[in-house]
């Protein structure tokens, strides 16, 4: 697989698909540069009487539930609908679940009755989600990728998605396919967003390639972590970091991508 990789990212610079997100109001700015960057199109809307007419016209749809409220999560269910009707992907990132029990509320509706393409989140989210008793300290993981594979087979298992979990090592799994990612920087933890910033990638990339979800969620993450490593590397603190990794995402080349990736293929095991 890692030979194919940088063909997904090259394919994204030269489709440029259109991702309409609903996301969190702290990130919007930071995730549409980043999908700028990397080559997608972004699109932030949340209007009601827009919803069908915008998730028409988008490759993806993006679902982010870090600032929920009432009217935004009906916009979700609009958008939602519009793309399992038209049978597009959607990207799932449950911010801060297990948090409340708003939240909780919102997001067994939005795994139970609809289907997400792609869920990724940190580990204390996917535990959360599968309902694993585990506590949640805001939007931030408490625990590590390696203790989330159970729940994440449970949750691609019960709902079809692809799960990500995102950590210091990054792991997507589906129907007993396992990839681990182990690039990135720990200064990145310290930007608010770079979370959401993967699952807009994510989003972006599924919209490029419809017909491979899984390998097209590697690449986004692979791409996330790889541009976030050789950013910290540049950077001098967490301000020059967003900076860099704007800029790394922009122009990394071939030779770059493959000399930095760390890529890990197991069975999973269902």
């Given at each position: 697989?890692?030979?194919?990789?940088w063909?997904?990212?090259?394919?994204?610079?030269?489709?440029s698909?259109?991702?309409?997100?609903?996301?969190?109001?702290?990130?919007?700015?930071?995730?549409?540069?980043?999908?700028?960057?990397?080559?997608?199109?972004?699109?932030?809307?949340?209007?009601?009487?827009?919803?069908?007419?915008?998730?028409?016209?988008?490759?993806?749809?993006?679902?982010?539930?870090?600032?929920?409220?009432e009217?935004w999560?009906e916009?979700?269910?609009?958008?939602?609908?519009?793309?399992?009707?038209?049978?597009?992907?959607?990207?799932?990132?449950?911010?801060?679940?297990?948090?409340?029990?708003?939240?909780?509320?919102?997001?067994?509706?939005?795994?139970?009755?609809?289907h997400?393409?792609?869920?990724?989140?940190?580990?204390?989210?996917?535990?959360?989600?599968?309902?694993?008793?585990?506590?949640?300290?805001?939007?931030?993981?408490?625990?590590?990728?390696?203790?989330?594979?159970?729940?994440?087979?449970?949750?691609?298992?019960?709902?079809?998605?692809?799960?990500?979990?995102?950590?210091?090592?990054?792991?997507?799994?589906?129907?007993?396919?396992?990839?681990?990612l182990?690039?990135?920087?720990p200064?990145?933890?310290?930007?608010?967003?770079?979370?959401?910033?993967?699952t807009?990638l994510t989003?972006?990339?599924?919209?490029?390639?419809?017909?491979?979800?899984?390998?097209?969620?590697?690449?986004?993450?692979?791409?996330?972590?790889?541009?976030?490593?050789?950013?910290?590397?540049?950077?001098?603190?967490?301000?020059?970091?967003?900076?860099?990794?704007?800029?790394?995402?922009?122009?990394?080349t071939?030779?770059?991508f493959?000399?930095?990736?760390?890529?890990?293929?197991?069975?999973?095991?269902?």
């Amino acid at each position: 697989m890692k030979q194919r990789l940088w063909n997904y990212i090259s394919g994204l610079r030269n489709t440029s698909p259109l991702v309409h997100s609903i996301t969190n109001y702290v990130v919007m700015n930071n995730t549409a540069n980043a999908l700028l960057a990397a080559g997608a199109s972004p699109i932030m809307a949340h209007a009601h009487p827009e919803m069908k007419d915008m998730v028409s016209i988008a490759g993806a749809l993006v679902i982010n539930i870090g600032t929920l409220d009432e009217y935004w999560v009906e916009s979700m269910r609009l958008a939602i609908r519009q793309a399992e009707t038209l049978k597009k992907p959607w990207i799932l990132d449950p911010v801060g679940a297990g948090a409340t029990h708003y939240r909780d509320t919102v997001l067994k509706e939005l795994i139970s009755i609809y289907h997400p393409s792609v869920i990724r989140a940190n580990a204390s989210e996917i535990m959360a989600l599968a309902q694993v008793s585990t506590p949640t300290k805001g939007v931030d993981s408490v625990n590590k990728t390696e203790e989330a594979p159970e729940a994440a087979r449970y949750l691609n298992k019960t709902t079809g998605a692809v799960i990500c979990i995102s950590g210091a090592t990054d792991s997507i799994i589906h129907e007993g396919k396992c990839v681990s990612l182990k690039n990135g920087d720990p200064i990145m933890a310290r930007i608010t967003g770079m979370g959401c910033t993967a699952t807009a990638l994510t989003g972006a990339f599924c919209a490029a390639n419809p017909a491979n979800l899984f390998e097209a969620t590697v690449a986004a993450m692979a791409l996330m972590g790889v541009a976030g490593e050789k950013a910290a590397a540049l950077a001098k603190g967490p301000g020059s970091l967003q900076m860099h990794f704007l800029d790394v995402l922009a122009t990394i080349t071939e030779q770059e991508f493959n000399e930095l990736l760390i890529l890990e293929e197991e069975n999973a095991g269902i």
